[in-house]
Each structure stands twice: as structure tokens, then as C-alpha cells.
Nanobody, 124 residues
Framework: DVQQVESGGGSVQAGGSLALSCAVS????????VGWFRQAPGKEREGIAL???????YYTDSVKGRFTISQEKAKSMLILQMNSLNSEDAGTYYC???????????????????WGQGTQVTVS
């Protein structure tokens, strides 16, 4: 099984920024749906920033205008830049890749194939 590996989580004060990263090949980035889910304690895993075919993005309403999903091409890394963090952004963040083609990124985590172990984000 392929497993994604996230990095970049940590603790930050409200209003601060963090950038998460995870290795995703250039081919996968251009052809598949990849992105980030978040799971807060006691809540379901939620898709917060997804990108399909390297261009079509989806952001959940609560992060629009504050989070940006992108690729760092030179390192084949998927990046989630998170700005203006607040307490509701706290949780475990997972990088994910859907193996098969989809016209648009699904929101159901069960429709994604590969997952990382998660990285913790704490906002104080």
C-alpha cells in the first residue's frame, strides 16, 4: 500500500500560520484528486481543501480565503498553506490521494485511496 506522509503540523497562536506538506508525484497531482481532510475530536473527517487534475479546487466554507492548496513542483510536494488560524481549525490533518479518476473531487473520505498517518494542528 502506498501511504502518504504529512509534515508541518504543530502548535500556533490564533491568527498565526502553518504550512502542511505531503509527497505527491507530479503525475498524480495532474491527473487525480488529491488534498487534505481534517478531523477534530469527536467529529467526522471532513474534506477541507481538495484539488482535481491540478487545477480545480474545492475548499470547505470555513477555510475559504484563508487556506490554499498547491503543489511545490520542484519537490513534488502537496502544500496546504493555512493562514489566520483559529480554534476551529484545530485537529488532525490528513493528506489523501484518490487512485481513480473522478470528474470532481468527492467529499466522502471513503472514496479516497491513500492516506497519511495525520499531523496534529493545535491553535491556542
Amino acid at each position: 500500500d502506498v501511504q502518504q506522509v504529512e509534515s508541518g503540523g504543530g502548535s500556533v497562536q490564533a491568527g498565526g500560520s502553518l504550512a502542511l506538506s505531503c509527497a505527491v508525484s507530479a503525475v498524480t497531482y495532474r491527473t487525480n484528486c488529491v488534498g487534505w481532510f481534517r478531523q477534530a475530536p469527536g467529529k467526522e473527517r471532513e474534506g477541507i481543501a481538495l484539488i482535481n487534475g491540478g487545477s480545480r479546487t474545492y475548499y470547505t466554507d470555513s477555510v475559504k480565503g484563508r487556506f490554499t492548496i498547491s503543489q511545490e513542483k520542484a519537490k513534488s510536494m502537496l502544500i496546504l498553506q493555512m493562514n489566520s488560524l483559529n480554534s476551529e481549525d484545530a485537529g488532525t490533518y490528513y493528506c489523501t490521494v484518490r487512485r481513480t479518476y473522478a470528474a470532481s473531487c468527492p467529499r466522502n473520505p471513503n472514496e479516497f485511496t491513500y492516506w497519511g498517518q495525520g499531523t496534529q494542528v493545535t491553535v491556542s
